[in-house]
């Protein structure tokens, strides 16, 4: 009956050996398919870098619509989303620079690409004065390679918005969270110097 060849147990009449012939046989159509969704996404990529290039940012858009949608596994993907995203903010296309951004956000294949996409989308959200949706994105725990950059930036927001204290208290974990000798130190120590002592 059906459910006798179904419930039936097979194991028993396959050997090992074709099992393993089996496992290997998926194991290599996996890999052959990620390398060439790989390639494939990587064509594409070098197209949009020409589009970058020659300031088409219509083009730069469609390429990377193509390997957002097909490629999204690949690293490719991420990379294409933040090109897209810049080339519309060049234009004043923030609806657009966001959709891409936020893309990042809810696919970045871990936390410092999700990181990334915050950070930058918190960025457009500032241009647009939309001062506590930029907040509420920086509202989180950063991978600490970020950890800077999110405290450097959520003081900026502070400052626009008449917050002092609270501005100054974020760029002094900024300076905490920053390398000695490095530029952007000294770039977070000129803002906390311009807020003046504390009150």
């Known amino acids: 009956t059906a459910y006798e060849i179904v419930s039936r147990d097979w ?56 390997i957002m949608d097909r490629y999204k596994r690949t690293g490719y993907a991420m990379f294409a989303a933040l090109a897209a995203a810049k080339a519309a903010v060049d234009t004043g296309d923030r609806a657009a620079a966001k959709a891409k ?5 809810d696919n970045g294949r871990d936390e410092e690409s999700k990181d990334i996409g915050r950070l930058r989308l918190a960025g457009v959200l500032v241009d647009e004065k939309n001062y506590d949706e930029a907040l509420k994105l920086l509202d989180v725990k950063p991978v600490e390679t970020f950890a800077g950059l999110f405290a450097d930036l959520k003081a900026d927001v ?33 803002k906390l110097d311009a807020l003046g002592a504390a009150k």
Do not use: M
Request: with cysteine.
């Open 11 to 66: 194991s028993s009449d396959v050997c090992s050996s074709d099992l393993a012939l089996l496992t290997i046989a998926a194991i290599r159509g996996w890999s052959y398919y990620q390398t060439k969704q790989g390639l494939d996404a990587g064509e594409l990529y070098v197209q949009l870098q020409g589009a970058v290039g020659a300031n088409d940012p219509k083009k730069v858009q469609d390429i990377a619509g193509v």
């Open 101 to 105: 951004l936020q893309w990042v956000v």
């Open 158 to 190: 502070l400052v626009l918005q008449g917050k002092p204290q609270e501005a100054r208290a974020a760029y002094q974990i900024a300076l905490d969270k920053s390398d000695n000798k490095s530029a952007f130190r000294a770039l977070v120590q000129v």
